[in-house]
């Protein structure tokens, strides 16, 4: 058995960020009431007895909506009021009754599950499509100011800059050290606009956990947490669903310790919950594979997970029973490898991959431009000839080549150095040799 899929089919002036409207009744949420009621007895059962207002604020529903299920479960006897502030019924304290209690250990058999409200998965697919990537347009002169303090050929963004917009997958490839996840980090950000996730999705009865704190940044800055009892949610946006978080554009990264399973939906037993994989998280936004064919499991095998996701849109996700879970799939998938493509996968797999965009050792020109913007930014002085020290010392005299990252870690180890001898930095003389010997290899055998 499986759920039908939606429509997927992109809105050509899909906007970058759409917020959802208020639900102002338990029709408008989607949800059965006997969900809505349940949830209630279960956060009543975890969490003891709680004002009108508390229950609002974590469930991330209107009182409005949450007073006629009280009512009911009032008239049920499976809760009871305690107490009260005033300001009407929004001021009660409710508490769980004895046969309450046991209604929820039953409830809690299938979910166990308490916190802000989920949205239906027909209302998730609706909010990513309005949302997806696939309906930005970033200029040329956007992608050149996106990269900040990286700095490329210009036939580089030119190369770059289409395969951004065209919302496909991505392979980055070359020699580690050259920037390929800080390319892959600045797409992200490039992106703009923030976006509304859900907390969480609600599917047959059961519920799918999407909001990640570490994957799903407030745009204004750190986590602002509502009082301790509620958890650590974002503040509610005015004029928005509740159930929604207001983040950004999301970038979820994940690296060699990846296997396949991990991209499944996964069962938190203690909390009753699944939890979504990294692709769901990084829904309208980047998901990045950094050091692609170092995971445990056969390059191959990775690539075969993705076909079907890039080519439609959508995930098949199992749930328990054999049941398949269409989920949207509408995020930039980057790959980055410092190994040789070729020698990863065969010619037929890459040609699955849109766009294949090597990331070069920087020219002498290049890498004059960051070893002084990095100099800069770190007020060091600089000696004029202090690359050609470098490239003459290290570069040509050790044959090591030159990497986009070593200005940055030469610069640290002059500050380092100057820190331990107590004296102004300088990337020059003495101190700029002893910062390069630190850094590069002398292996004697190999000069």
Same mark, same amino acid.
């Given at each position: $058995?499986?759920?039908? =899929?939606?429509?997927?089919?992109?809105?050509?002036?899909?906007?970058?960020?759409?917020?959802?409207?208020?639900?102002e009744?338990?029709? +408008?949420?989607?949800?059965a #009431?006997?969900?809505?009621?349940?949830?209630?007895?279960?956060?009543?059962?975890?969490?003891? *007895?709680?004002?009108?207002?508390?229950?609002?604020?974590?469930?991330?529903?209107?009182?409005?909506?949450?007073?006629?299920?009280?009512?009911?479960?009032?008239?049920?006897?499976?809760?009871?009021?305690?107490?009260?502030?005033?300001h009407?019924?929004?001021?009660?304290?409710?508490?769980? #009754?004895?046969?309450?209690?046991?209604?929820? &250990?039953?409830?809690?058999?299938?979910?166990?599950? =308490?916190?802000?409200?989920?949205?239906?998965?027909?209302? !998730?697919?609706?909010?990513?499509?309005?949302?997806? #990537?696939?309906?930005?347009q970033?200029?040329?002169?956007?992608?050149?100011?996106?990269?900040?303090?990286?700095?490329?050929?210009?036939?580089f963004?030119?190369?770059?800059?289409?395969?951004?917009?065209?919302?496909?997958?991505?392979?980055? !490839?070359?020699?580690?050290?050259?920037?390929?996840?800080?390319?892959?980090e600045?797409?992200?950000? $490039?992106?703009?606009?923030?976006?509304?996730?859900?907390? @969480?999705v609600?599917? +047959?009865?059961?519920?799918?956990?999407?909001?990640?704190?570490?994957?799903h940044?407030?745009?204004?800055?750190?986590?602002?947490?509502?009082?301790?009892?509620?958890?650590?949610?974002? %503040?509610?946006?005015?004029?928005?669903?509740?159930?929604? *978080?207001?983040? %950004?554009?999301?970038?979820?990264?994940?690296?060699?310790?990846?296997?396949?399973?991990?991209?499944?939906?996964?069962?938190?037993?203690?909390?009753?919950?699944? &939890?979504?994989?990294?692709?769901?998280?990084?829904?309208?936004?980047?998901?990045?594979?950094?050091?692609?064919?170092?995971?445990?499991?056969?390059?191959?095998?990775?690539?075969?997970?993705?076909?079907?996701?890039?080519?439609?849109?959508? +995930?098949?996700?199992?749930?328990?029973?054999?049941?398949?879970?269409?989920?949207p799939?509408?995020?930039?998938?980057?790959?980055?490898?410092?190994?040789?493509?070729?020698?990863?996968?065969?010619?037929?797999?890459?040609? &699955?991959?849109?766009?294949?965009?090597l990331?070069?050792?920087?020219?002498?020109?290049?890498? #004059?431009?960051?070893?002084?913007?990095?100099?800069?930014?770190?007020?060091?002085?600089? @000696?004029?000839?202090?690359?050609?020290?470098?490239?003459?010392?290290? !570069? +040509?005299?050790?044959?090591?080549?030159?990497? *986009?990252?070593?200005?940055?870690?030469?610069?640290?180890?002059v500050?380092?150095?100057?820190?331990?001898?107590?004296?102004?930095?300088e990337?020059?003389?003495?101190?700029?040799?002893?910062?390069?010997?630190?850094?590069?290899?002398?292996?004697?055998?190999? &000069?």
């Amino acid at each position: $058995m499986s759920q039908a =899929a939606p429509d997927i089919s992109m809105a050509p002036d899909a906007h970058p960020s759409v917020k959802p409207p208020v639900p102002e009744s338990i029709e +408008d949420t989607g949800l059965a #009431t006997a969900f809505v009621s349940d949830l209630l007895l279960k956060t009543l059962y975890q969490q003891g *007895a709680r004002k009108g207002t508390e229950l609002e604020a974590f469930l991330r529903l209107s009182f409005g909506i949450l007073d006629p299920v009280l009512m009911d479960l009032q008239e049920r006897r499976l809760i009871e009021v305690r107490g009260s502030e005033g300001h009407g019924r929004i001021g009660y304290t409710f508490d769980i #009754t004895t046969e309450g209690r046991t209604r929820a &250990r039953e409830v809690m058999q299938t979910s166990r599950y =308490a916190g802000p409200a989920p949205i239906p998965l027909g209302e !998730y697919w609706e909010s990513v499509r309005l949302q997806s #990537t696939r309906g930005l347009q970033i200029g040329r002169d956007a992608i050149r100011d996106g990269f900040g303090n990286l700095v490329f050929e210009d036939d580089f963004y030119d190369t770059l800059g289409p395969a951004i917009n065209s919302g496909k997958s991505l392979f980055l !490839y070359g020699h580690a050290g050259n920037g390929k996840t800080s390319i892959a980090e600045a797409i992200a950000d $490039m992106m703009g606009s923030s976006i509304y996730i859900p907390y @969480a999705v609600e599917v +047959d009865g059961q519920v799918i956990q999407v909001y990640d704190p570490v994957a799903h940044r407030s745009p204004d800055g750190p986590v602002q947490e509502t009082p301790e009892e509620t958890h650590s949610f974002l %503040r509610p946006v005015p004029d928005a669903d509740p159930r929604f *978080a207001h983040v %950004r554009r999301p970038v979820v990264m994940v690296g060699g310790e990846l296997v396949l399973d991990e991209l499944e939906l996964q069962y938190d037993r203690q909390m009753g919950v699944f &939890r979504a994989p990294p692709q769901v998280k990084a829904n309208c936004g980047v998901f990045i594979i950094d050091d692609f064919g170092r995971q445990r499991v056969r390059p191959r095998d990775l690539l075969n997970r993705w076909m079907v996701p890039l080519d439609r849109h959508m +995930d098949f996700l199992s749930l328990p029973m054999g049941h398949k879970l269409p989920m949207p799939f509408e995020c930039l998938l980057i790959f980055a490898t410092n190994l040789n493509p070729t020698e990863l996968v065969e010619e037929a797999f890459l040609r &699955r991959i849109q766009y294949k965009i090597l990331v070069d050792n920087p020219s002498r020109e290049e890498y #004059t431009r960051i070893f002084e913007e990095r100099c800069a930014a770190a007020s060091l002085k600089v @000696a004029p000839d202090a690359v050609d020290v470098i490239y003459r010392e290290f !570069y +040509d005299g050790r044959g090591v080549p030159a990497r *986009a990252c070593h200005p940055r870690d030469i610069v640290n180890h002059v500050l380092d150095l100057a820190r331990y001898l107590g004296v102004e930095p300088e990337a020059s003389g003495r101190m700029l040799e002893l910062a390069c010997k630190a850094y590069f290899l002398d292996v004697p055998e190999s &000069r």
